[in-house]
Structures are given as structure tokens and as C-alpha cells.
């Protein structure tokens, strides 16, 4: 199994929707979750950094934790067309451990 | 807003020749990783780098890679003979404190082998 998996997409929503984007993770020592935000032809950019189970509210954005399911979320509502990039989970052991990444998924937001 | 940069934005180049991409990181960060991302598949550790020494490293980062602090304000990564599997886009990052939660990226160097 590997690491790191996350929903493959692509994923096309219209405006204003409300997304949902998922990772599953196999390895239980991973205790911290981050979302990154990454533009065409740009480096990642954090969006939402979690430490272990719970959730984390930051305007349109909502990172969830579940480390019983091992599963994270990242939820935008009120989708805008500037939200349409790709969507990359990350996650590590120690809060100055190296980062595990999911392969990411490219969301689009029709006007 | 500072920022990560990193050049060359693209570098084409022979199988078995030495690459050195650079990366200037945001000024009063500390600590400073490399990672790597082929086309169609996930970004990927290679080292981390932290008062002149490396903290960490993946399996990737064999031998033909090192890195350098070589002066105040510059960070390499240097493959000393490519091969058509370093094909990928690097990408710098730097951290002030070293947490995974705070990591800035630059925007990536392309490195093509032929």
C-alpha cells in the first residue's frame, strides 16, 4: 500500500460549489497534515497545516484529521475560479521531519 | 513578499553531464530542503540542510547529489553525472524555524536529460 494516496481527478465543479478533496495515508507515526496549493508552472503553497486529529477553519478553507480512519479532508466552499489549481496533501512524523507527499489533484472552478 | 527563487527556470542537458541548479533562499531562513518532482508523479524528499550540514536525506539522494551552502545567500543542488531518470522538475524550499508547517517553496528549476 502506498504511503501517501490521494483521489486522482481531475475534478471540475462550478462556481460556488462546495469541494471536497481527500488522502488516505498508511503510516500511523505521520502526526502532521498540510494542504498545498500549487499554480501551473509554480512551486507548492501552503494552505492549511494541522496537527494531529481534529479540524482547522481558515475563511472558505476546512482541513479535518481523522487519525483513527487515517483519512484527511480539505473542504472549499464557496468555490471561485482562482481555486482552480492542484491540490496536493503532504504529511510527517515529527514537526521537523520530511514531507510525504500525495500525487495531488488538479481541481478546475467553471465560472 | 519574500520569496524563494531559483534558477535556471530550465536547464536541458546530456546524459552524464554535471548539474548545478540553484536557490537563493528567503533571507533569514535557517533550514533548507530539496525536493523533486517528475512529471506525472509526487513530489519527493531529497535532503534537508541546516547550519552547514545535512540533516536529513532520502534514498534518491545517492551519491551523484550533493548540496552547498556555498556563500550567506546561495544553496545548490548538484547531480554530477545525469541520467535520463533525473528528468524532473527541483524545487528549493527554506524554513525560519524548521517546521514542516513553514516551509516556502520557489517556484522550481525543469531539468531535462537527453
Known amino acids: 500500500q502506498k504511503e501517501v494516496e490521494q483521489d486522482p481527478g481531475p475534478l471540475s465543479v462550478p462556481e460556488g460549489a462546495i469541494v471536497s478533496l481527500n488522502c488516505t495515508y498508511s503510516?500511523?507515526?505521520?502526526?502532521?497534515f498540510m494542504w498545498y496549493r500549487q499554480y501551473s508552472r509554480k512551486g507548492p503553497e501552503l494552505l492549511m497545516y494541522t496537527y494531529s486529529s481534529g479540524n482547522k477553519e481558515d475563511g472558505r478553507f476546512t482541513a479535518q484529521v481523522d487519525k483513527s480512519s487515517k483519512y484527511i479532508s480539505l473542504f472549499i466552499r464557496d468555490s471561485q475560479p482562482s481555486d482552480s489549481a492542484t491540490y496536493l496533501c503532504?504529511?510527517?512524523?515529527?514537526?521537523?521531519?520530511?514531507?510525504?507527499f500525495g500525487k495531488g489533484i488538479t481541481l478546475s472552478v467553471r465560472p | 513578499e519574500p520569496e524563494v527563487t531559483q534558477t535556471p527556470s530550465h536547464q536541458v542537458t546530456q546524459m552524464g553531464q554535471e548539474v548545478i541548479l540553484r536557490c537563493v533562499p528567503i533571507?533569514?531562513?535557517?533550514?533548507f530542503y530539496w525536493y523533486r518532482q517528475i512529471l506525472g508523479q509526487k513530489v519527493e524528499f531529497l535532503v534537508s540542510?541546516?547550519?552547514?550540514?545535512?540533516?536529513?536525506k532520502s534514498e534518491i539522494f545517492d551519491d551523484q547529489f550533493s548540496v552547498e551552502r556555498p556563500d550567506g545567500s546561495n544553496f545548490t543542488l548538484k547531480i554530477r553525472s545525469t541520467k535520463l531518470e533525473d528528468s524532473a522538475m527541483y524545487f528549493c524550499?527554506?524554513?525560519?524555524?524548521?517546521?514542516?508547517?513553514?516551509?516556502?517553496f520557489g517556484e522550481g528549476s525543469r531539468l531535462t536529460v537527453l
Open positions: 503510516n500511523s507515526a505521520f502526526q502532521y
Open positions: 503532504a504529511m510527517s512524523a515529527g514537526a521537523n521531519s520530511k514531507l510525504t
Open positions: 540542510f541546516y547550519n552547514n550540514e545535512i540533516s536529513e
Open positions: 533571507s533569514n531562513h535557517l533550514y
Open positions: 524550499a527554506s524554513s525560519a524555524t524548521g517546521v514542516t508547517g513553514e516551509l516556502f
